[in-house]
C-alpha cells in the first residue's frame, strides 16, 4: 500500500478528505484541528512532532539571521552608508523567520520519518514540501486555492471605536502612509504643530514613535523655549486624537514635514536613487546562490520558502526606504539635533535615524513595557537587543539595570534607572467607582504570537477553553459585570479571542482603544492571561500603581516566583487551577482585595525608580545632555 499524506490549513478543501489506513493527516494550524474535530477525523497536530528544545534552536537560528543584510554581496545597497534591506523591522523579520523556520523542520521531521509516496498539502507548503521531497517519485497534489501571504505591516488594522464597540478594517500600507500624511498635514496646520526652520539652529531634541497622551508629563517636563521637541510618528499618526494634539500644542512639541527640507535638486536625486535600487532589487532575486549561502538550517537552504515574502516586502518599501534615508540625513544636516529618545531601536523609523545621526548626537532607549528579566528568559530577551545598542538605556528600576549588565555585559554607566515616565500620572489616579454600581472585573488577554515559536495548538486551546470558563464563572455572579480589554498590538490572535467572547454573549463589552489606564480605574479587580508566564503583561505592573487588585492566569507550565508573587501582590495561577474558588475569595472578601492592594503598593514603590517623578528625572538628563540649564 501506498503511505499518504494529508497536511491541511485553515484554507484547505476538507469536502475531498478521507480517511484510510495508511493515510496520515496531520493539521498545520489551530483552525485546521477545529475543522477536523468537527468533522469527527482522527487526525495528529503539526506541533507534536517538535519538541521544545528544537523550537529553542529555531529561536536562536532566526536571532543569528537578523544581521543577514551584512554579507559583503550585499554592499551595494549602501545608501548614504545605510544598508537600505537592513531597514526591515526586526520584528516583522523574526516573525517571518519563526513561521517558515518552525513549519519548514517539522515538515522535514514529519517526511524523514513516514517517507510517504503521496503528499497532499495546501498552496502555501508547496515549496517546502517540494524542497524538502526525496524523490521526483512523490505525488504532491495541492488542496488549496494560492494564498497570498503579507509580512505584519504590509497590511494595516485601522481601529475605531463605533457606538461603544470596538471596529477594525485593514488597509494596505501605502494607503494607510497616504490617509496618514493627509491627517498629519490638515491637523497641523490648522493648530499651528509645523516645526518652524528658522529655529534650525536651537539644539534640539528628536523623539520618534511616541504617542503624546501616554507620555503627557514627560513632554510637560520637557517644554522649554530654550530648545525645540520634534517628534516623527511614520508607523503612527502623532496627531490620532483630540487629546493627542492637546498634548502637543500644551508642550510646544512640532512636527516636521519632508516637504519643508526637500528642494528641487533633493526630489530629482531621490528619484533617481529609487530607481537605482529598484533595478539593483531585480538583479539581486535572481543571484540564488548568495541567499542559499546566507539562509541555512543545518547545512539545509530554506531560502526558497522565504523568497517571495522577502522580494514582496523590499519591492513595496524600497522607495520608502530610500526616502526615509534621504529625510534622516536632510535632518541632521539643517537642524541641529543633538539628542534622541525612543522607545525601540528595531522598528524602521528608529533604524533610519539612529543609524543616519551625526556620531555627536547621543540617543537614549526608554524601556517601554514591564520586565523582570531573570535566567530563564535571558534567551528571548535578546530581541530587546539592548545588548547591541550603542548609546544610553534607560529603564524603569534597578532589578532591569542590574540584569543587563550582569547578562549582557552592558556597562554599567550606560544604563540609567529613571523609572517608568508613562505610569507616573497612573501613581496618583486610583479607584474611582461608585457604591452602587456593579462589581466589574477587568479581562485583559495577552494575545499569542510566534516571536517565540509557542504559537501552538495546545495554547490556543487552553485560552479559548479559559475565556469560555471565565465567562462561565461570572455568569453565576448577579451582582458582577465583566469587560474585555483586546490588546493593542497587530496580532491575529486579537481577532480569534473576540470571536470566542462574542460567540459566547454578544452582551460582553470588548474594548480596543480606550486608555488601559481608564478601564483599569474603572474596575474593582483586574485578570491577565499570560500565554508565557515569564513575560508579565505591562497591565499587571499597571494595576498594582492604581491599587487594583490583580489575578494573573498562566497557560504555559511553569509558574515563575516573581517578586510580586512572593510578596503576595498578585494572585497568580495556572489555567488548571481551582479558578472557581479563587475568584470566589477574591471577589467575596474586600479583606484579600485590601491586602492586594496594600502588598501591590509596596512593591511598585519599590520597584519603580522615582517613582511618580520620572518624567521630570528623564527631562533633567535629556535637558543636561542638551547642555540647557536646569528647570527655572
Known amino acids: 500500500m501506498e503511505m499518504k499524506i494529508i497536511f491541511l490549513s485553515e484554507s484547505s478543501d476538507y469536502s475531498t478528505i478521507k480517511k484510510d489506513n495508511d493515510v496520515e493527516i496531520i493539521a498545520l494550524d489551530y483552525n485546521s484541528h477545529k475543522n477536523l474535530q468537527q468533522l469527527g477525523i482522527k487526525h495528529s497536530n503539526v506541533e507534536t512532532f517538535l519538541n521544545?528544545?528544537?523550537?529553542?534552536?529555531i529561536f536562536n537560528t532566526a536571532k543569528k539571521l537578523h544581521d543577514w543584510y551584512k554579507d559583503p554581496s550585499l554592499n551595494i545597497f549602501e545608501l548614504k552608508d545605510v544598508n537600505l534591506l537592513g531597514l526591515l523591522d526586526g520584528i516583522e523579520l523574526h516573525t517571518l523567520l519563526?513561521?517558515?523556520?518552525?513549519?519548514?523542520?517539522?515538515?522535514?521531521?514529519?517526511?524523514?520519518?513516514?517517507?510517504?509516496?503521496?503528499?497532499?498539502?495546501?498552496?502555501?507548503?508547496?515549496?517546502?514540501?517540494?524542497s524538502l521531497k526525496k524523490n521526483n517519485s512523490i505525488d504532491i497534489k495541492i488542496n488549496s486555492e494560492e494564498k497570498h501571504e503579507e509580512l505584519i505591516w504590509d497590511t494595516i488594522d485601522v481601529k475605531h471605536n463605533v457606538l461603544g464597540k470596538p471596529i477594525s478594517m485593514k488597509v494596505s500600507r501605502t494607503k494607510y502612509n497616504k490617509l496618514k500624511n493627509i491627517l498629519d498635514k490638515t491637523?497641523?496646520?490648522?493648530?499651528?504643530?509645523?516645526?518652524?526652520?528658522?529655529?534650525?539652529?536651537?539644539?534640539?531634541?528628536?523623539?520618534?514613535?511616541?504617542?503624546?497622551?501616554?507620555?503627557?508629563?514627560?513632554?510637560?517636563?520637557?517644554?522649554?523655549?530654550?530648545?525645540?521637541?520634534?517628534?516623527?510618528?511614520?508607523?503612527?499618526?502623532?496627531?490620532?486624537?483630540?487629546?493627542?494634539?492637546?498634548?502637543?500644542?500644551?508642550?510646544?512639541?512640532?512636527?516636521?514635514?519632508?516637504?519643508?527640507?526637500?528642494?528641487e535638486e533633493d526630489v530629482q536625486e531621490i528619484l533617481e536613487s529609487k530607481e537605482k535600487y529598484s533595478q539593483k532589487l531585480l538583479d539581486l532575486w535572481n543571484n540564488n546562490e548568495i541567499f542559499d549561502k546566507i539562509f541555512r538550517i543545518n547545512d539545509i537552504s530554506f531560502w526558497p520558502i522565504i523568497k517571495n515574502n522577502l522580494k514582496q516586502v523590499f519591492t513595496k518599501r524600497m522607495n520608502d526606504?530610500?526616502?526615509?534615508?534621504?529625510?534622516?540625513?536632510?535632518?541632521?544636516?539643517?537642524?541641529?539635533?543633538s539628542c534622541i529618545l525612543s522607545l525601540y531601536d528595531v522598528g524602521e523609523t528608529e533604524k533610519v535615524f539612529l543609524k543616519c545621526k551625526n556620531d555627536n548626537v547621543d540617543s537614549f532607549l526608554l524601556e517601554h513595557g514591564f520586565s523582570l528579566l531573570f535566567e530563564d528568559s535571558k534567551t528571548f530577551a535578546t530581541l530587546m537587543s539592548y545588548d547591541n545598542f550603542r548609546d544610553k538605556?534607560?529603564?524603569?528600576?534597578?532589578?532591569?539595570?542590574?540584569?543587563?549588565?550582569?547578562?549582557?555585559?552592558?556597562?554599567?554607566?550606560?544604563?540609567?534607572?529613571?523609572?517608568?515616565?508613562?505610569?507616573?500620572?497612573?501613581?496618583?489616579?486610583?479607584?474611582?467607582?461608585?457604591?452602587?454600581?456593579?462589581?466589574?472585573?477587568?479581562?485583559?488577554?495577552?494575545?499569542?504570537?510566534?516571536?517565540?515559536?509557542?504559537?501552538?495548538?495546545?495554547?490556543?486551546?487552553?485560552?479559548?477553553?479559559?475565556?469560555?470558563?471565565?465567562?462561565?464563572?461570572?455568569?453565576?455572579?448577579?451582582?458582577?459585570?465583566?469587560?474585555?480589554?483586546?490588546?493593542?498590538?497587530?496580532?491575529g490572535h486579537n481577532n480569534e479571542i473576540k470571536k470566542i467572547v462574542q460567540k459566547y454573549s454578544k452582551k460582553i463589552p470588548i474594548y480596543m482603544l480606550n486608555p488601559i489606564a481608564e478601564l483599569i480605574q474603572s474596575s474593582q479587580l483586574v485578570i491577565t492571561i499570560t500565554p508565557e508566564g515569564w513575560a508579565p503583561s505591562t497591565i499587571i505592573l499597571e494595576s498594582m500603581v492604581m491599587g487594583i487588585p490583580i489575578m494573573n492566569i498562566v497557560l504555559d507550565e511553569k509558574l515563575y516566583e516573581f517578586e510580586y508573587i512572593q510578596q503576595n501582590a498578585v494572585i497568580a495561577i495556572s489555567d488548571d487551577s481551582d479558578l472557581d474558588n479563587k475568584i470566589k475569595q477574591i471577589v467575596s472578601d474586600e479583606r484579600v482585595r485590601n491586602e492586594l492592594r496594600e502588598n501591590g503598593k509596596k512593591f511598585v514603590k519599590n520597584f519603580l525608580k522615582n517613582y511618580g517623578n520620572s518624567s521630570r528625572k528623564l527631562a533633567e538628563v535629556l535637558r543636561n545632555n542638551l547642555k540647557v540649564d536646569d528647570f527655572k
Open 98 to 130: 519563526m513561521d517558515k523556520l518552525i513549519i519548514f523542520w517539522t515538515i522535514k521531521k514529519i517526511l524523514d520519518a513516514k517517507n510517504p509516496d503521496i503528499i497532499e498539502c495546501p498552496n502555501e507548503i508547496r515549496e517546502i514540501v517540494n
Open 187 to 263: 491637523v497641523s496646520s490648522t493648530f499651528g504643530l509645523w516645526f518652524d526652520l528658522k529655529n534650525r539652529n536651537k539644539k534640539t531634541l528628536l523623539i520618534l514613535e511616541l504617542f503624546p497622551p501616554v507620555y503627557k508629563e514627560l513632554l510637560q517636563n520637557l517644554k522649554s523655549d530654550d530648545y525645540n521637541v520634534i517628534i516623527i510618528n511614520q508607523r503612527r499618526p502623532v496627531t490620532y486624537n483630540r487629546e493627542s494634539i492637546k498634548v502637543l500644542k500644551d508642550s510646544n512639541c512640532k512636527l516636521i514635514s519632508k516637504d519643508d527640507l526637500f528642494g
Open 393 to 491: 538605556i534607560v529603564v524603569w528600576s534597578n532589578h532591569q539595570k542590574e540584569f543587563l549588565v550582569s547578562n549582557f555585559k552592558i556597562q554599567s554607566d550606560k544604563i540609567l534607572a529613571l523609572g517608568s515616565p508613562r505610569h507616573d500620572a497612573l501613581t496618583r489616579m486610583g479607584s474611582n467607582r461608585s457604591e452602587n454600581k456593579k462589581f466589574r472585573v477587568l479581562i485583559a488577554p495577552t494575545p499569542i504570537t510566534q516571536l517565540r515559536g509557542y504559537d501552538t495548538t495546545k495554547i490556543h486551546e487552553k485560552f479559548e477553553k479559559l475565556i469560555i470558563r471565565l465567562c462561565e464563572i461570572f455568569k453565576n455572579y448577579n451582582d458582577v459585570e465583566i469587560i474585555f480589554k483586546i490588546h493593542p498590538s497587530q496580532s
Open 52 to 57: 521544545d528544545d528544537e523550537r529553542l534552536w
Open 321 to 337: 526606504y530610500v526616502e526615509s534615508v534621504f529625510f534622516a540625513k536632510k535632518l541632521f544636516s539643517k537642524i541641529n539635533i
